[in-house]
């Protein structure tokens, strides 16, 4: 059962606020079907569009021509989205960043409690995010994205930036909640190692105007870990037969 | 203990010292327009217990606030609304610095003449006199608030009252203190010499009536009078709000 039918996308980018006839093409005529429960990693050279389509598909840039098809009613906080950076607010504490994202459903079952309990943060519900270390942030970042039961994840590069050790375990945490709570998931990334240990299908896509220039179905038993020998083997596999894979060019 | 806390012997010693600047200088002058401490001190009580000092104060305080609500809360739309709509914005930019620059003497005569010797004019001439500043502050503020808040809000289906209860306004606290506090420095000093020009009530009144029978040591403690009221609102409302809204930055 497909979840997301995108058709025919199109969508152009001006170069400055000030001249808005002069305009780049970030995709043209593009297609892209994820299925119910799926995880796909896109993978592609930077710049080429791949946070764009995160936003569109969340309904954040409505300025497309196309269609996206969404058969999860996103209306209803059915949607989780992690960030490149944890954007918990500052000025809230812990507990309330999750309190103001939660529906009223999740506060009734005391869902905010019970993540910051899973992620071993509960004697940080009153502390504000600038007490927290990175890594923490983004505990409280992917308690956010849990937090409504969501039907439909969008991670944007959300594990880059912090020591590779804590990403792994993150990234680990991360995979065992999605997993139990039967989401579909779109990992955007350019590290194909963390595309290989999320995905059951890798996207790759040309830069802009982006295409899809290669997909990768992959079969790995779960739990993987990126330090996994299968997981290495498989990034092998991919580069030895696509060396410029990473750039866009297959 | 804070940095303020902990210097509070430096400043009573630095006040200390002032005073007997002061007295030296009366004794080396010694004329009676150049008071001496006690003489001021004298004055005061007088003007308290025997005198208009209190109500004169009050009268002066209670037209100070209102007007500084009145431009804070007009100041503020129309800062928010310029920051949020660029074409406004481009289109009163001249109107607002043009009122920033108009003295606030030549705002005083022009309202008296066109209202009358009377509170209303008094009120509107120093609502005008204030409400470029507040409008700049709040327009710079709301220009510089961080979207990226309010697309984690629109992700999680926030209502607008929310998003502006828990992502704009927390950000534009910094800038609502920044007006208050040079409001309120700003307003009592204009209403000083609106109440000397034209109302025959209020501290600026007193101080023109001293002025003309040459009582110094009176003028010196009206002043003073009235700069220790001002103080008061600054530790006791104004201090403690801001301590309020950016505890999380501590």
Redesign the interface.
């Known amino acids: 059962m497909i979840e997301i039918d995108i058709i025919n996308l199109s969508k152009n980018y001006a170069y400055s606020k000030k001249d808005e006839n002069k305009t780049f093409e970030v995709y043209n005529d593009f297609n892209l079907s994820i299925n119910k429960h799926e995880f796909v990693s896109i993978v592609g050279p930077s710049g080429c569009g791949k946070s764009t389509l995160l936003q569109m598909i969340a309904g954040l840039e409505k300025s497309y021509t196309g269609k996206i098809n969404c058969s999860t009613n996103l209306d209803n906080k059915n949607l989780g989205y992690m960030f490149q950076t944890p954007r918990l607010m500052p000025w809230l504490t812990v507990l309330d960043n999750l309190l103001i994202c939660a529906s009223e459903e999740s506060i009734s079952k005391k869902s905010p409690q019970k993540f910051l309990e899973k992620f071993k943060l509960t004697d940080f519900s009153n502390v504000y995010p600038n007490r927290l270390s990175g890594g923490m942030r983004r505990k409280v970042s992917i308690a956010r994205t849990f937090i409504n039961n969501p039907d439909l994840i969008l991670l944007d590069e959300p594990f880059t930036s912090i020591d590779q050790p804590v990403a792994n375990a993150l990234r680990e945490d991360f995979i065992l909640n999605a997993k139990e709570s039967k989401v579909t998931l779109i990992l955007v990334t350019h590290d194909l190692k963390e595309a290989i240990m999320f995905a059951d299908r890798i996207v790759f896509l040309s830069p802009r105007p982006a295409k899809i220039i290669y997909e990768h179905q992959i079969t790995l038993p779960r739990p993987r870990k990126l330090e996994d020998t299968h997981v290495f083997d498989e990034y092998k596999k991919i580069m030895s037969k696509f060396p410029n894979i990473l750039e866009g060019k297959f | 203990m804070n940095k303020n806390t902990r210097d509070w012997h430096i400043r009573v010693l630095s006040l200390v010292f002032l005073i007997l600047i002061w007295l030296v200088s009366s004794y080396f002058v010694n004329s009676r327009l150049f008071p001496q401490p006690m003489q001021v001190f004298q004055s005061l009580v007088f003007n308290i217990f025997e005198g208009t000092l209190i109500s004169d104060c009050f009268i002066t305080l209670s037209r100070a606030l209102i007007a500084f609500f009145i431009a804070m809360i007009l100041g503020s739309i129309i800062g928010i609304s310029l920051g949020r709509f660029t074409k406004w914005d481009s289109f009163f930019d001249a109107w607002v610095i043009l009122g920033l620059n108009i003295p606030a003497l030549v705002v005083a005569i022009m309202c008296y003449i066109w209202l009358g010797m009377n509170d209303l004019a008094l009120i509107t001439g120093v609502v005008i006199n204030k409400l470029p500043l507040v409008i700049i502050n709040l327009r710079e503020g709301t220009k510089a608030i961080d979207n ?2 309010i ?2 809000g ?5 209502t607008k009252f ?1 998003v502006l209860q ?2 704009i306004l ?2 534009l606290y910094p800038y609502f203190l920044a007006s208050t506090r040079s409001g309120l420095s700003l307003i009592w000093k204009i209403v000083l010499v609106f109440e000397l020009l034209g109302r025959s009530s209020g501290v600026g009144f007193m101080l023109s009536v001293s002025f003309q029978m040459f009582d110094i040591s009176a003028i010196i403690a009206y002043s003073i009078a009235f700069i220790f009221l001002v103080l008061l609102i600054e530790y006791l409302v104004v201090a403690p709000l801001e301590r309020l809204s950016i ?3 501590v």
């Not at chain 2, 629109?154 to 926030?158: E, F, I, S």
């Open positions: 990226s808040y697309q984690v629109r992700v999680y289906q926030l929310q828990k992502i927390p950000q505890r999380w930055r």
